[in-house]
């Protein structure tokens, strides 16, 4: 997992500190930079297979609820706003919206340690990258109100 055809990618999202109903964007679309244990990054156009997965929100105060990661090859067009409903292709920008969409990773509901709230899980996603990069939005499940801290949504992935 950690040879060069191992890569890891870090996204911090940051939400305003007010209530977001279910299926809102947590923060703007964020950029997913994938590298390997040598700082490199996978070729242009690499198929991925995304392994696992792990949620981290600096903060004693638990959010409760699923998170879904909505995964683009591109910056998405939509351009949704914090605290807006996610949606996959409204509007004028709906068929590149479709067209980037590289699908979801469920998040489960993140568990209090305390200060610090976290969940990890196993995931076997495949992604295709335009570049070498992907994009995401944040979506929480339930309607909640966000810590205007980063939550930190990390991936392992493996070339395929």
């Known amino acids: 997992m950690y040879g060069t ?32 244990k040598d700082g490199a990054p996978p070729p242009v156009g690499s198929q991925l297979r995304i392994l696992w997965s792990s949620m981290q ?13 909505h995964l683009y090859n591109v ?7 914090d605290d807006a409903a996610w949606d996959l292709g409204a509007g004028g920008t709906a068929t590149a919206d479709r067209a980037a ?8 509901q993140i568990v209090d ?10 995931q076997t996603k495949l992604i295709k990258l335009s570049g070498t990069s992907a994009f995401g939005y944040l979506v929480n499940g339930t309607t909640l109100t966000t810590q205007a801290v980063g939550h930190i949504i990390t991936l392992q992935a493996e070339a395929i």
């Open 5 to 36: 055809n191992g890569y890891v990618a870090t996204a911090t999202f940051t939400p305003a500190a007010t209530s977001h109903t279910a299926g809102d964007a947590n923060g703007a679309a964020t950029e997913f930079v994938f590298l390997n």
């Open 113 to 122: 340690f305390g200060t610090t709230q976290y969940i990890e899980g196993v």
């Open 75 to 81: 910056t998405p067009p939509s351009a949704i706003a």
């Open 101 to 108: 969409y590289l699908g979801s990773i469920a998040i489960a």
């Open 57 to 69: 929100i600096n903060s004693a105060t638990i959010e409760t609820t699923a998170w879904t990661v």
